[in-house]
């Protein structure tokens, strides 16, 4: 008899059974399609399809074609595993922990900003291997609406790049080359929505009922459910979520810019096609998705359409798909929602890896205050993840900063968390009195005065100012600022993200403003092209950029013998000393305790004693009493021998 969604669902057994039974059905067509990886998939299939079909129907159990649409999804799994290349099928019978080492290091860059195009990269190589980097994000390089496309973040295309960049077929030969070298290339999963300019969008506007359905086109009163209890992202593009089709005269959901409309998951033919783009881009050679904007894929009215359950059920099902298919891909979240959101993407069979926007922001909130209480509290309660997974700590990207933390552990600091972040906007934008920063407001919100701030690196550090003001010690401060900011993100625990360009301390790029594709869209300052000028000063210490590139190389080549400081747990601890921030890594019968200052004055840590502790960084012994730290100093203490 037939079983319905329910009793499927809420029976493992009878999961495993329908599977089986599917397999058996679909066996010959899926080998013919499948070719010489028949083998293989079977195998997978065997395990996982249970797994698949369980998210699968709970997503689309109530849907009329529900089982049809789970065919045609097996179908592209074997075309897809078909069109695997060797050297990546290979990679899919190992186990996926290479972000687990103390030499795990990864970089994001633009590929036009920071080597013109694709054969410019593959020259670059040697400058990253030479600076330690084995992960490399390549961001946005598909075919995308000019001129202004989100810096990427609207494909019009997955299988084709930007012409300036070289073709998708120079892409994969770069891609397979990064391997060889031993850096693993990640490029973005931009499935939240497609550009306008796509085909299914084009399609969907000339009026095609099947590629409508790929979007959300709405009457007012359909949009007005929504509407009320949304976010806006970027409020000072465009107010609201939804942008009128001009000849529908329908809503459609563009949650971001206008040219970007987000996908419709709730229908099953959706989730195939961009499962199938998916399969497509680690065929390219990817070795981790970015899954971009992952906490919006859901909607439903009522809610504010973020981080809902369905989203997580999506993702879980996104990486069923490749764990058949290409097992060797891993996911990275870019949830850049609350903390106790954030964690909820992070498990072996959802994202692997996620950026860690906690950290980042209250690295940043601990500088402008010179104190740890937030940072430390926060950490406290959301740095522990699934021991498989890492987190991507980061200090800046290509986005901006928003001030993401939890207003509860703010209340109970007795921080008012709005003003709070009314301050860090102000001490960011340099002006509060007295701040060291250059950043510049993004998305000023009129309604709610939210915003958030961008700049690079150097800037936001306080590199810029000093050097307007000529002042060389707050040029000091700005560079044990940035020593500090690495020092942490190298040995907190998971894998350490540079952003090109900040590795050699290069400051905002204004040119932005003049062009009026970009001038809206503030987080252009802080993407920056990076000349062979500029390279070529990393190997001296003449230069401002030589000299915070050399320092973060004895950083990263200290790490990287300590592998402590690569898998193994992490313990925020606590102190005194406001202005001290104190980890313990542990692995095995090796522990290492990090105790960084955050203020520009000498402070001393009550809780550790110096005479038991070899501090990495210094080599050097410490001498007896309470531990001493000088302005921003960072230590990485190994127990001393008895
Ligand atoms: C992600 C990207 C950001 C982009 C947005 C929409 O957050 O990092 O740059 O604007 O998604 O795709
Ligand atoms: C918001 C979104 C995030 C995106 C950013 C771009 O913070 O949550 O996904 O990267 O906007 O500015």
């Known amino acids: 008899m037939q079983k319905t969604t329910t009793q499927l669902l809420e029976n493992p057994e009878l999961l495993g059974v329908e599977s089986q039974k599917t397999l058996k059905r679909l066996s010959s067509s899926l080998k013919t399609t499948a070719k010489d990886s028949w083998n293989e998939l079977q195998l997978r299939l065997e395990?996982?399809?249970?797994?698949?079909?369980?998210?699968?129907?709970?997503?689309?159990?109530?849907?009329?074609?529900?089982?049809?649409?789970?065919?045609?999804?097996?179908?592209?799994?074997?075309?897809?595993?078909?069109?695997?290349?060797?050297?990546?099928?290979?990679?899919?019978?190992?186990?996926?922990n290479w972000h687990k080492t103390s030499h795990a290091l990864g970089a994001a860059c633009y590929v036009d900003l920071f080597a013109?195009?694709?054969?410019?990269?593959?020259?670059?190589?040697?400058?990253?291997?030479?600076?330690?980097?084995?992960?490399?994000?390549?961001?946005?390089?598909?075919?995308?609406?000019?001129?202004?496309?989100?810096g990427g973040y609207a494909v019009s295309d997955y299988r084709s790049t930007m012409p300036k960049l070289g073709s998708m077929q120079q892409l994969a030969e770069l891609m397979q080359q990064l391997h060889q070298q031993g850096i693993k290339p990640v490029l973005d999963f931009v499935f939240n929505h497609t550009s306008d300019e796509h085909r299914w969008a084009e399609k969907a506007k000339a009026g095609d009922a099947e590629y409508r359905d790929f979007y959300f086109f709405l009457t007012e009163q359909e949009r007005d459910q929504f509407a009320p209890s949304l976010r806006e992202i970027f409020p000072e593009i465009r107010r609201g979520c939804f942008t009128q089709d001009k000849s529908s005269g329908l809503w459609i959901w563009t949650t971001f810019n206008s040219f970007?409309?987000?996908?419709?998951?709730?229908?099953?033919?959706?989730?195939?096609?961009?499962?199938?783009?998916?399969l497509f881009l680690a065929n390219q050679g990817a070795s981790v998705l970015r899954l971009d904007a992952l906490a919006f894929v859901w909607k439903q009215a009522g809610t504010n359409c973020e981080n809902l359950p369905q989203a997580h059920t999506l993702i879980k099902a996104f990486n069923a798909v490749a764990r058949i298919a290409a097992?060797?891909?891993?996911?990275?979240?870019?949830?850049?929602?609350?903390?106790?959101?954030?964690?909820?993407?992070?498990?072996?069979?959802?994202?692997?890896l996620s950026y860690n926007p906690l950290l980042m922001a209250l690295l940043w909130?601990?500088?402008?205050?010179?104190?740890?209480?937030?940072?430390?509290?926060?950490?406290?309660?959301?740095?522990?993840?699934?021991?498989?997974?890492?987190?991507?700590?980061?200090?800046?990207?290509?986005?901006?900063?928003?001030?993401?933390?939890?207003?509860?552990?703010?209340?109970?600091?007795?921080?008012?968390?709005?003003?709070?972040?009314?301050f860090l906007n102000q001490f960011y934008t340099g002006q509060f009195a007295g701040s060291f920063a250059s950043g510049v407001p993004f998305q000023q919100n009129?309604?709610?005065?939210?915003?958030?701030?961008?700049?690079m690196l150097a800037s936001l550090a306080g590199v810029e100012k000093a050097e307007i003001d000529k002042n060389p010690t707050h040029l000091q401060h700005a560079l044990q600022r940035i020593y500090l900011l690495n020092a942490v993100i190298l040995s907190i625990g998971g894998l350490p993200l540079l952003y090109m360009g900040d590795e050699l301390g290069l400051k905002n790029d204004y040119s932005y403003l003049l062009d009026p594709a970009k001038k809206d869209d503030s987080r252009w300052v802080n993407r920056v092209a990076v000349t062979d000028k500029?390279?070529?000063?990393?190997?001296?210490?003449?230069?401002?950029?030589?000299?915070?590139?050399?320092?973060?190389?004895?950083?990263?080549?200290?790490?990287?013998?300590?592998?402590?400081?690569?898998?193994?747990?992490?313990?925020?601890?606590?102190?005194?000393?406001?202005?001290?921030?104190?980890?313990?890594?542990?692995?095995?019968?090796?522990?290492?305790?990090?105790?960084?200052?955050?203020?520009?004055?000498?402070?001393?840590?009550?809780?550790?004693?110096?005479?038991?502790?070899?501090?990495?960084?210094?080599?050097?012994?410490?001498?007896?009493?309470?531990?001493?730290?000088?302005?921003?100093?960072?230590?990485?203490?190994?127990?001393?021998?008895?």
């Open 365 to 422: 909130e601990s500088l402008a205050t010179r104190k740890t209480s937030l940072l430390t509290e926060s950490l406290r309660k959301r740095f522990a993840i699934d021991p498989h997974c890492s987190w991507v700590n980061y200090i800046r990207c290509h986005d901006d900063i928003g001030w993401t933390f939890d207003d509860n552990i703010a209340w109970q600091l007795g921080i008012n968390p709005d003003h709070h972040r009314q």
């Open 260 to 278: 970007q409309w987000d996908l419709n998951y709730a229908n099953p033919a959706v989730f195939n096609a961009m499962a199938e783009e998916m």
């Open 327 to 352: 097992p060797a891909l891993q996911f990275k979240s870019e949830a850049i929602v609350h903390p106790d959101e954030v964690v909820k993407y992070i498990a072996p069979e959802e994202c692997q």
């Open 47 to 96: 395990q996982q399809l249970p797994v698949l079909l369980e998210l699968y129907l709970s997503l689309y159990g109530d849907h009329y074609d529900c089982y049809y649409q789970l065919e045609q999804l097996l179908k592209i799994l074997a075309k897809s595993s078909a069109q695997r290349p060797e050297y990546l099928r290979q990679q899919d019978n190992e186990p996926q």
């Open 116 to 150: 013109k195009d694709f054969q410019g990269l593959t020259q670059r190589i040697p400058y990253l291997k030479q600076s330690g980097i084995n992960y490399l994000h390549l961001m946005p390089l598909f075919k995308a609406p000019e001129p202004n496309s989100d």
């Open 446 to 455: 009129p309604v709610t005065g939210d915003c958030r701030v961008a700049g």
């Open 534 to 642: 500029q390279l070529a000063q990393a190997t001296t210490t003449d230069s401002l950029s030589g000299q915070i590139y050399q320092q973060l190389q004895q950083l990263i080549q200290t790490r990287a013998s300590l592998p402590v400081l690569g898998s193994g747990t992490t313990e925020i601890l606590q102190d005194h000393n406001p202005h001290l921030f104190i980890y313990q890594r542990q692995l095995d019968d090796k522990r290492l305790v990090a105790v960084v200052n955050f203020s520009e004055h000498p402070q001393h840590c009550e809780s550790l004693s110096g005479p038991l502790w070899f501090d990495e960084l210094t080599v050097q012994k410490l001498p007896a009493g309470p531990l001493q730290l000088l302005p921003y100093q960072v230590l990485w203490l190994s127990p001393r021998p008895e």
